[in-house]
C-alpha cells in the first residue's frame, strides 16, 4: 500500500525566512513523489516532482524539494519565503511498481501562512 | 491552451436530486481523474480514465455515484439521488500519456453543496 503524511496541519513563518514543508511516504517499491499548490478557491498547481536523478528537485516560484531515500521524505523548501506563498501545500506519490500505478495518493495538506 | 474547464462551479441542490458535473480535460491529454476534496478526508481519488475507458473506479463511494468519459473531451460525475454527505469539492484532472511520471493537471472544481 502506498500513502503520503504531512505531520504539520499548520506551519507559519516570517516573510523573509526560509521555509520548510515536511512530507514522508510509504510505498512498497520506487516513488514518483510530486508537490501541488493550492490558492483559496481554486484547483491544484503543480509545483515539482522527482522522478530519478538528482535528489535535488528545483521546481516553480523558487521552491525545491529533496528526495531522501533513507529517511523517505521529500521535503519542500524555499530559501526566502514570500506573503504570496501562503496557501495550502499537497505531497502526493505514486508508487510505480503497484497496481493503478496512475493513480496519485495525496497527503492531507499543510497550510502555510507567511507573517509579513 | 484552457486548461482543465469544469461545470459547474458552485451547485447547491436538495437531498434526493440529481446533480450532474462536468469536465472538459486538456487537448491531447489521455487520462482523466476525478477527485473529491473534503476537510475530514482530504482528497479522495474517486475513479480514472485511459483514453476513454475506465480504469480504476474502486474509489466510487456507492451506486449513487457513476462516471462517464464518451469521448476524449468530455466526461461527466453523476450523483443521483444526492445526499447531504456528498457535499464537497470534486476535481477533475488530466494527464498526458506519460504513464506514472506526468503530473495530473486540474481544474478549477465543482463546489456542490447538498441540503
Known sequence: AQSVAQPEDQVNVAEGNPLTVKCTYSVSGNPYLFWYVQYPNRGLQFLLKYITGDN?????????????????????KKPSALVSDSALYFCAVRDIEAAGANNLFFGTGTRLTVIP | DAGVIQSPRHEVTEMGQEVTLRCKPISGHDYLFWYRQTMMRGLELLIYFNNNVPIDDSGMPEDRFSAKMPNASFSTLK?????????????CASSPQTGATGELFFGEGSRLTVL
Open chain 1, 56 to 76: 535535488l528537485v528545483k521546481g516553480s516560484y523558487g521552491f525545491e524539494a529533496e528526495f531522501n531515500k533513507s529517511q523517505t521524505s521529500f521535503h519542500l
Open chain 2, 79 to 91: 450523483i443521483q439521488p444526492s445526499e447531504p454527505r456528498d457535499s464537497a469539492v470534486y476535481f
